[in-house]
């Protein structure tokens, strides 16, 4: 039986560069790879095991507890077993290390539990804007109400969290802006990320414009929205002259963008797979993003600020990055938003 003495999460694309880069333990016979189903890996490690999707909903349980109960106890019975399974074919030790980036995952709080025992050190590593974002009136209600109500129903307690890192369990936290964070959770050290640049500073090229999508789904917007936002920013960029690069989010269903631009040679649609944050920007004039953390790592490369349009999801950013770079409400886009955008930094 293989020993085991680190478990590593990659829940994007993006941990497995990040978590190589600040551990260099992920190619170790020791290290136990478990990633997202939609995760294509670049290297191929020792041990590897896939997190199918099982959705987990915990605000739809929280909504119909009642309703939602038979498919919930089904789903963290299989999750259980799946953990049991993995015991009985590696050998975990005991000093156990645990490197996650979402610790609100099903899987993850149910490992966390079930080899409680074994664990040492739970480590963290940022994967998204809402890592730095303050709990709501209503994710405070819900932060205590839900492990109650979890174990009282279901027998497991099972945590509400929106921001990684919060979880009881977790000791470390690795983050590309610390200065952003609105609180620190007692007893958690926090470490800077630096990952390795990957391509030279210089003036950002004309012609090309890069637009990073979103999996609607995440954010409970209309999907013709998202589209009509989309269709309208690449009009305005090929009537100006400019090529389009649409890279999509891992989770997106791109079938409606494949088929909407499969036959038009100004645009150039990525694939999801593909880590965004290995595209080099100074080939883009103009780098367009849906609230999406790529924006800390474009702002780290010293590309202009004033270059960059993020499409929000509140009136006002939730995040002040930048002053200098440009934010539009989503359902406030328009042409008129967009041009303004343009000629400001054009």
């Given at each position: 039986?293989?020993?085991?003495?680190?478990?590593v999460?990659?829940?994007?694309?993006?941990?497995?560069?990040?978590?190589y880069?600040?551990t260099r333990i992920t190619n170790?016979?020791?290290?136990?790879?478990?990633?997202?189903?939609?995760?294509n890996?670049?290297?191929?490690?020792p041990h590897?095991?896939?997190?199918?999707?099982k959705?987990?909903s915990?605000?739809?349980?929280?909504?119909?507890?009642?309703k939602?109960?038979?498919?919930?106890?089904?789903k963290?019975?299989?999750?259980?077993?799946?953990?049991?399974?993995?015991?009985l074919?590696?050998?975990f030790?005991?000093g156990?290390?645990i490197y996650l980036g979402n610790?609100?995952?099903?899987?993850?709080q149910?490992?966390?539990?079930?080899?409680n025992s074994?664990i040492?050190?739970?480590?963290a590593?940022?994967?998204?804007?809402?890592?730095?974002?303050?709990?709501?009136l209503?994710?405070?209600?819900?932060?205590k109400l839900?492990p109650?109500?979890s174990?009282?129903i279901?027998?497991r307690?099972?945590?509400?969290?929106?921001?990684?890192?919060?979880h009881?369990?977790?000791?470390k936290v690795?983050?590309r802006?610390?200065?952003?964070?609105?609180?620190?959770?007692?007893?958690?050290?926090?470490?800077?990320?630096?990952?390795?640049?990957?391509?030279e500073?210089?003036?950002p090229?004309?012609?090309?414009?890069?637009?990073?999508?979103f999996?609607?789904?995440?954010?409970?917007?209309?999907?013709?929205r998202?589209?009509?936002v989309?269709d309208?920013?690449?009009?305005?960029?090929?009537q100006?002259g400019?090529?389009?690069v649409?890279?999509?989010h891992p989770?997106?269903?791109?079938s409606?963008?494949?088929?909407?631009?499969a036959?038009?040679k100004?645009?150039?649609?990525?694939?999801g797979?593909?880590?965004?944050?290995?595209?080099d920007?100074f080939?883009?004039e103009?780098?367009i993003?849906?609230f999406s953390?790529?924006i800390?790592?474009?702002?780290?490369?010293?590309?202009?600020?004033?270059?960059l349009?993020?499409?929000?999801?509140?009136?006002?950013?939730?995040i002040e990055m930048?002053?200098?770079?440009?934010?539009?409400?989503?359902?406030?886009?328009?042409?008129?938003?967009l041009?303004?955008?343009?000629?400001?930094?054009?």
């Amino acid at each position: 039986m293989v020993r085991i003495d680190q478990i590593v999460f990659f829940h994007t694309p993006f941990h497995e560069k990040a978590f190589y880069e600040v551990t260099r333990i992920t190619n170790l016979d020791t290290t136990l790879i478990v990633a997202s189903y939609y995760i294509n890996l670049i290297k191929s490690p020792p041990h590897y095991y896939v997190l199918e999707n099982k959705g987990f909903s915990r605000l739809r349980f929280l909504e119909s507890p009642l309703k939602q109960l038979p498919e919930i106890r089904k789903k963290l019975a299989l999750t259980d077993q799946e953990i049991i399974e993995l015991g009985l074919k590696y050998d975990f030790c005991d000093g156990l290390k645990i490197y996650l980036g979402n610790d609100k995952d099903i899987f993850v709080q149910r490992l966390l539990y079930l080899m409680n025992s074994k664990i040492k050190e739970v480590i963290a590593i940022d994967e998204g804007l809402g890592f730095y974002l303050a709990d709501s009136l209503k994710d405070r209600v819900f932060k205590k109400l839900y492990p109650l109500i979890s174990q009282l129903i279901l027998g497991r307690k099972i945590y509400y969290l929106k921001r990684l890192g919060t979880h009881p369990m977790v000791n470390k936290v690795f983050l590309r802006e610390p200065e952003l964070l609105l609180s620190k959770q007692k007893g958690i050290t926090y470490e800077r990320i630096f990952l390795s640049p990957k391509h030279e500073k210089r003036i950002p090229e004309k012609g090309k414009a890069l637009i990073y999508s979103f999996p609607e789904q995440d954010l409970t917007v209309k999907k013709e929205r998202k589209l009509y936002v989309i269709d309208q920013m690449v009009n305005f960029f090929t009537q100006n002259g400019i090529q389009v690069v649409i890279k999509p989010h891992p989770r997106e269903n791109i079938s409606d963008l494949e088929k909407t631009y499969a036959n038009n040679k100004n645009v150039e649609l990525l694939k999801g797979s593909l880590l965004g944050e290995e595209l080099d920007y100074f080939n883009f004039e103009v780098i367009i993003n849906f609230f999406s953390s790529v924006i800390l790592d474009i702002l780290n490369t010293e590309y202009p600020a004033k270059r960059l349009i993020t499409i929000g999801f509140t009136k006002k950013p939730l995040i002040e990055m930048n002053r200098n770079a440009h934010y539009i409400f989503i359902d406030e886009f328009d042409l008129k938003r967009l041009s303004h955008s343009y000629e400001n930094y054009n």
